[in-house]
């Protein structure tokens, strides 16, 4: 299955990482377009991908064509390569700010997987949120939840849904890089140079998402069994929500939801 991708900016470089790295799709199976030369070029030629002239040429060739472009050209673009996507092939779209319905206004009915990753498909380790039209078979959107399992976990989520889900997995990872950072610089305050805290933040974040997922406790009964009664946990507990953390994750996240939605 060739996959072409319109558009090579930051995401759409992390889904390609991701396959490349975990070997879910070969570098010869891997076509690329972008309107900017000088950089998709040379991440071609660096990982061993077919560089194509035009996003038409894209379309001609691949058997699934990924939209990675800003929302203000998707469907001008689009308009110009259906012709090209002929029976058979089906798109990805990750463009934000852009339903289902509105690629069917511009084009009609064409099979379209609607896709939401997170940057953490770079490294085999992403969320990506998917939905499919009506047009999309079920054997394709199959094949779309194959290639995103691949490089992370996928969930279906409804259209109306798709905003949460930017700012739960989306930004988020931007949250906990924060989090991590206050962690480290904490250690650093205590004594410790800031790489040595850093892993040690980092490895603690890590282990406790990893013991959320293969829990079947609420992160808060979790929370519960390292909370010694009297203990220094509780302790740091009571002074982090004295501070007012649960009420900044949850503005932050509101925040993040009202700027996806445009308010």
């Known amino acids: 299955m060739k996959i072409g991708f319109i558009g090579a900016g930051n995401m759409g470089r992390?889904?390609?990482?991701?396959?490349?790295?975990?070997?879910?799709?070969?570098?010869?199976?891997?076509?690329?377009?972008?309107?900017?030369?000088?950089s998709y070029e040379p991440y071609?030629?660096?990982?061993?991908?077919?560089?194509?002239?035009?996003?038409?040429?894209?379309?001609?060739?691949?058997?699934?064509?990924?939209?990675?472009?800003?929302?203000?050209?998707?469907?001008d673009v689009l308009k110009t390569i259906k012709p090209a996507i002929t029976a058979g092939k089906w798109v990805i779209t990750m463009v934000s700010g852009l339903n289902l319905s509105d690629y069917e206004?511009?084009?009609?009915?064409?099979?379209?997987?609607?896709?939401?990753?997170?940057?953490?498909?770079?490294?085999?380790?992403?969320?990506?949120?998917?939905?499919?039209?009506?047009?999309?078979?079920?054997?394709q959107y199959a094949a779309g939840q194959a290639l995103f399992?691949?490089?992370?976990?996928?969930?279906?989520?409804?259209?109306?849904?798709?905003?949460?889900?930017?700012?739960?997995?989306g930004s988020s990872p931007a949250y906990v890089y924060f989090f991590i950072d206050a962690m480290a610089r904490a250690g650093v305050k205590h004594g410790l140079d800031k790489t040595t805290a850093t892993k040690i933040a980092a490895q603690a974040t890590l282990g406790s998402a990893k013991m959320v997922l293969d829990s079947d406790k609420i992160p808060f009964e979790l929370v519960d069994q390292v909370s010694s009664p009297g203990g220094t946990t509780v302790a740091g507990l009571l002074a982090m929500e004295e501070a007012g953390f649960m009420t900044a994750v949850v503005k932050g996240i509101d925040a993040t939801i009202a700027k996806e939605l445009g308010e």
């Open 14 to 38: 992390a889904i390609i990482d991701g396959w490349l790295k975990t070997k879910a799709v070969a570098p010869d199976d891997l076509l690329i377009h972008s309107a900017h030369t000088a």
């Open 44 to 75: 071609a030629q660096a990982n061993g991908l077919h560089a194509l002239a035009s996003n038409q040429a894209v379309a001609e060739a691949a058997d699934v064509i990924v939209l990675a472009i800003k929302p203000d050209i998707t469907l």
């Open 149 to 169: 399992n691949a490089i992370g976990e996928t969930s279906e989520i409804a259209e109306q849904d798709f905003s949460t889900f930017s700012a739960l997995a």
């Open 105 to 139: 206004a511009a084009v009609g009915k064409l099979p379209i997987l609607r896709i939401m990753p997170n940057v953490n498909v770079a490294i085999g380790a992403g969320m990506t949120a998917l939905i499919g039209n009506d047009s999309l078979t079920a054997e």
